[in-house]
């Protein structure tokens, strides 16, 4: 699976973005997606996950982003969304599409085999 992800930018606090991860390959819908994150100096850190097409409760948050993130998946677009509301100085950072087959939590960068470039998001107060 190759990743693609776009949408980031400069905005300032209290905005919207919505990002987009493009994957390839037809068994994209066999796959777990998620969205990490990293700020400058910071370790690689979980946003948002998303288990693959037809699982139940499919969808998971950090918990500063609950309430104002939305993750989904279009698999005939073979790709998956992060709507970001409400945005904080505190999300700027170079956000990240991953996708694994298998996952336990979801939440840690090692249960994931393919990542994407990554889109920087940078929110101004």
């Known amino acids: 699976v190759q990743l693609q992800a776009s949408g980031g930018g400069l905005v300032q606090a209290g905005d919207s973005l919505r990002l987009s991860c493009a994957a390839s390959?037809?068994?994209?819908?066999?796959?777990?997606m998620a969205w990490f994150r990293q700020a400058p100096g910071k370790e690689r850190e979980f946003v948002s996950g998303?288990?693959?097409?037809?699982?139940?409760?499919?969808?998971y948050y950090l918990d500063s982003v609950k309430g104002r993130f939305t993750v989904s998946r279009a698999s005939a677009q073979n790709a998956v969304y992060l709507q970001m509301n409400s945005l904080k100085p505190e999300d700027t950072a170079v956000y990240y599409c991953?996708?694994?087959?298998?996952?336990?939590?979801?939440?840690?960068?090692?249960?994931?085999?393919?990542w994407g470039q990554g889109t920087q998001v940078t929110v101004s107060s």
């Open positions: 390959g037809r068994t994209f819908s066999y796959y777990h």
């Open positions: 991953a996708a694994g087959d298998h996952i336990f939590t979801g939440r840690h960068s090692s249960e994931y085999t393919y």
């Open positions: 998303i288990r693959r097409t037809g699982t139940v409760d499919g969808a």
